[in-house]
């Protein structure tokens, strides 16, 4: 398997489009566009799709079927699964993911496989909406995790929270740890790379250390040698990792880990050693509460933390 199909593999959706340009080629409605470009999908199916999420015009997300002007883009981010079967493609929420609450802060456990937030192709089955349900009102997430990570969260519960917290993170007063494991030894104990990102052209999803790039600073930490055997039964010596991110640039710990060794084990888009789950951990998160005048530090600990990081 090439790295592109990988890449694609790893997706969650399949990414269908159809363009129109002018008024006499442009279907009357979404729903007959829909039915006449994506002819490969049951008819019948597009309500129940529209409501499910994963259907655009000109970039916008429809959940309802609307009149056509030419000229527009229709693109439908198709889920790899039935949606009669969504509930148990995801997982499911539990009241212990919380790890600490107050008025106004949540820090809260993201299972891998989750989004943090909706997503391309559907927008019930995430994080935010899950807390939403839980606490009855809504909140704000201002960092997320990737689908394929897991760890902790901070989240917002109360008006006078999302702005405050927002601003914390985007001066960078919000501090970060995280495990990760790939598949090679070092004689160092810290190494810092200061390496700016941006945009991959090789594909839309992929991340790149690049002069262009944003500025991004990781400091990483060796604290422990084990093994990884993969599903071929073959042994590889390994190093867990601990991450300080100083920066939030997109994928920023998986391109910086190939700055000076391997792609992380399980990491699908940069070619890691192949897995059941990306070893990526967002573990430890610390924040000073403004309202309680206090620093909250919170870290995962027992069944929430994965086979390849338990001690």
Known sequence: MD????????????????????????????????????????PQSWTERLCFGGVYVNGKRQTDNTS?????????????????????????FSSDFILYEDNDLIAVYKPRGLPSTANREQSTYNLKAYLEDYYGHPVHLPSRLDTSTQGIMLVSRTERMHGRLQRLYERRLVQKEYILEVPRRFDWKEK???????????????????????????????????????????????????????????????????????????????????????HLLSYRVSVWHPWLEKQILVSLFGKFLPRWVEW
């Open 3 to 42: 790295r592109i199909e990988r890449i694609n593999n790893a997706l969650t959706s399949i990414h269908h489009e159809a363009s129109y340009y002018s008024q006499e080629e442009c279907p009357s409605d979404l729903l007959c566009a829909l039915s006449k470009a994506f002819s490969q999908i049951d």
């Open 68 to 92: 056509l002007t030419a000229p527009c883009r229709v693109e439908y981010f198709e889920p790899k699964f039935p949606i009669s079967e969504a509930r148990s493609a995801f997982p499911s």
């Open 192 to 278: 810092i790379v200061d390496a700016p990102i941006g945009r991959d052209s090789l594909h839309p999803v992929l991340r790149k250390v690049c002069e262009s790039g944003k500025p991004a600073k990781t400091v990483f930490q060796s604290f422990r040698e084990q093994k990884f055997v993969d599903k071929e039964g073959q042994s590889h010596e390994t190093t867990l990792l601990l991450a300080k991110p100083y920066s939030g640039r997109t994928h920023q710990l998986r391109v910086h880990c190939q700055e000076f060794g391997p792609a992380i084990i399980g990491d699908n888009f940069y070619d890691g050693l192949v897995a059941d789950e990306l």
